[in-house]
């Protein structure tokens, strides 16, 4: 579960988020549309506490140790192993070695990564980069996702086979709350239980999914942007 | 009446001040017997020093109370502050060799005032250095204060290290007559310029501080 | 506190085995050191200066020019893939990020003087055998002390622009203190005078260890934070 609630924001003299207040319960992927310099990474960034609002709060149940992040940016150390970067992030956030160890296992069998384990992450390809991202991300099960624009850079077989594993991790079934930040509508939609779109920091719709297609978000988002 | 003019105003009268000091250094306080009439930049020179390192001392208070407030007043303050802090440095650091090289025939010596007040000086052009290289004003202004408060807990170190290298290296004191062996006449000059120093200083922040105000996008 | 020095040590191994993946962080802080020494004895004239007078300045110059290029890779790691951001989303306390980079700076650079320290004796033909555990000693007390500061400064540069410019102008006033210290006591004991000489120095430097170390790790959030 995870709020924002009055958030403001400023970066010197502009405002780059202005009275976003929302609730997102477990087992919900919001997708957040929005262009560019709307606010989606800031409003990532407050509610991963990275950044802390000018005014009102955000936050997510469980604080920082609840929170899986995932950007373009794969936060892994290149001259690491995939084995080493988890063994690393898993310690740091407390999962303790036993645990830590079947869990590395079993995410990079979830990930299709076995073979990769023992690789330097410089050596990997993009999509199995952001691959070994999320293995990054899930290594200590949070039960928030926050995902900023990862697929960037991704071609088209590799940016479908990551939207695959986020539906499996962000699925109902695993009761996380997960928000996606994207530009690519098609995807986004495909994930998503609710939308939402932020223009010029501030919220302009929030809504559940319910049945409509991509086709049809992509037109209101237009509508809305314009 | 806006705090520029104020500024503007406080300035005026240091400087009036200042021509007063001059007068009376140079018309109406005695010649020094051993060193003649190049001595009286002393009257310039101590209160600069003085100057400096109340410059100094602010930016470290104000440094403080910015990470304690988080009042961007504070961290306007502290910049203004330096600034003027600087300039004062610069004054200090130029009449030492114009007083050391008549009376030493050198231009630099390493005394205690001038070494510290160097430092005082390099210290503060990393801080503004620091300030024009950081374009968002709320990270200039936290980063500064963290150098702020750094530089201000290395003074004492300074001149502890000034203080224990010249027992190893007795340095002249000639350049450092002590304010209460001062004749009246001489100390009541030397006061004078303190005090007027000090108005100078108060002038020159507030119009800086004024100024800073103005444009706070760019700080 | 124990979670701290626990989580520091991770990010400690974690740096340290990355360094040595890499090596050339190492392999140039150690050639530098050996061109520095080289160029110092062909700089002097040895019939007018005997080495015994430069030799200490020397030694402490050379040390502190490799400690200020060593502290400019500190958090550049870091800056690779956005692991920077990783970390201070984690629930790891930030004093443990700056404890683990300064234990693993401080494991660079002392690395770096062990090696420098015989090269050192050997160019100038200075024997230091018989001061080594006081020598070693006080080279430790002087180097926690550069190290403590800079690795706070270098987190401080490393959003600024000419970061490997600014770090030095920035860094070099608050290392004269301990360079004068070290400089002096590495006098007494290579002309064999009794230390009580310099009981002075040497508390300023246990003092500046103190001081710096206790106020780097109190406004090292503050830096890192937003």
Redesign the interface.
């Known amino acids: 579960m995870l709020w924002a609630d009055g958030v403001r924001h400023r970066?010197?003299?502009v405002p780059a988020l202005d009275d976003v207040s929302f609730t997102l319960p477990a087992g919900h992927t919001l997708a957040l549309f929005g262009p560019n310099g709307s606010g989606k990474t800031t409003l990532l960034k407050v509610l991963?506490?990275?950044?802390?609002p000018s005014l009102g709060h955000a936050g997510v149940q469980g604080?920082?140790?609840a929170?899986g992040?995932i950007?373009h940016?794969?936060?892994?150390?290149?001259?690491?192993t995939v084995r080493?970067n988890l063994r690393?992030?898993g310690?740091?956030?407390?999962v303790r070695t036993p645990v830590l160890d079947a869990r590395i296992a079993s995410l990079t069998a979830r990930v299709d990564l076995r073979e990769q384990l023992d690789r330097?992450?410089g050596t990997l390809s993009r999509g199995q980069t952001q691959r070994a991202a999320i293995a990054?991300a899930l290594i200590h099960d949070p039960s928030v996702l926050l995902l900023d624009e990862p697929f960037t850079g991704l071609d088209r077989v590799a940016a479908s086979q990551l939207t695959a594993l986020v539906k499996e991790f962000a699925g109902a079934g695993e009761g996380r709350a997960t928000i996606l930040v994207t530009h690519n509508v098609e995807e986004g939609t495909e994930l998503a239980t609710d939308v939402a779109v932020l223009k010029t920091g501030r919220l302009v719709e929030f809504m559940p999914r319910n049945a409509r297609t991509a086709g049809q978000i992509g037109a209101r988002y237009r509508e809305l942007v314009s | 009446m806006t705090l520029k003019t104020r500024g503007r105003a406080i300035t005026l009268l240091g400087l009036v001040f200042l021509a007063g000091v001059y007068v009376r250094a140079i018309w109406f306080t005695p010649v020094e017997r051993l060193q003649g009439g190049a001595q009286k930049i002393f009257y310039v020179h101590v209160p600069a020093a003085w100057s400096t390192m109340l410059a100094f001392s602010l930016v470290g208070l104000a440094s403080i109370l910015y990470l304690l407030m988080k009042d961007e007043r504070y961290d306007r303050f502290a910049a203004a502050s330096a600034e003027v802090g600087t300039v004062f440095a610069c004054v200090m650091l130029t009449t030492g060799p114009l007083w050391a090289k008549p009376i030493w025939g050198t231009w630099w010596t390493w005394d205690a005032r001038l070494t510290s007040t160097l430092f005082l000086f390099f210290l503060f052009i990393g801080y503004l250095l620091l300030r024009g290289a950081i374009p968002e004003a709320g990270t200039r202004a936290r980063y500064s204060a963290v150098l702020g408060i750094f530089g201000a807990a290395l003074v004492p170190f300074i001149h502890l290290t000034v203080y224990l290298f010249r027992t190893l290296h007795p340095q002249p004191i000639v350049l450092k007559p002590s304010a209460p062996s001062l004749p009246g006449d001489m100390l009541a000059t030397l006061l004078f310029s303190f005090f007027t120093f000090t108005i100078l200083y108060v002038g020159f922040v507030t119009q800086r501080y004024a100024l800073g105000r103005g444009d706070s996008h760019v700080g | 506190m124990g979670e701290i020095l626990r989580d520091a040590w991770v990010l400690a191994r974690k740096d340290l085995a990355l360094e040595l993946r890499t090596k050339t962080g190492l392999a140039s802080a150690l050639v530098f050191t050996a061109l520095v020494l080289t160029v110092f004895n062909f700089g002097r004239d040895p019939t007018a200066v005997a080495a015994l007078d430069l030799a200490p300045s020397i030694l402490w110059v050379t040390f502190t020019f490799a400690a200020v290029l060593s502290l400019n890779r500190a958090f550049q790691l870091e800056l690779e893939n956005q692991a920077l951001d990783g970390l201070l989303v984690s629930p790891v306390d930030r004093r443990a990020l700056y404890l683990g980079k300064l234990f693993a700076n401080l494991c660079f650079v002392g690395f770096v003087e062990a090696v420098g320290l015989p090269l050192f004796a050997l160019f100038f033909n200075i024997s230091i055998v018989h001061v080594l555990p006081p020598l070693a000693a006080l080279i430790a007390v002087a180097t926690i002390g550069f190290v403590a500061v800079g690795t706070l400064l270098s987190a401080l540069v490393i959003r600024v622009r000419f970061a490997e410019l600014m770090l030095p102008v920035l860094l070099l006033p608050f290392f004269i203190p301990p360079l004068v210290g070290a400089v002096q006591v590495t006098a007494r004991l290579f002309s064999g005078r009794p230390l009580s000489e310099v009981s002075g120095w040497l508390r300023l430097l246990l003092a500046y260890d103190l001081v710096f170390v206790s106020l780097a790790t109190l406004l090292f959030p503050t830096t890192v934070d937003e």
């Open positions: 970066f010197g003299g991963a506490g990275l950044i802390k604080g920082r140790g929170i992040w950007g940016q794969s936060l892994l150390y290149g001259q690491l080493e690393f992030w310690s740091l956030y407390r330097r992450v990054r």
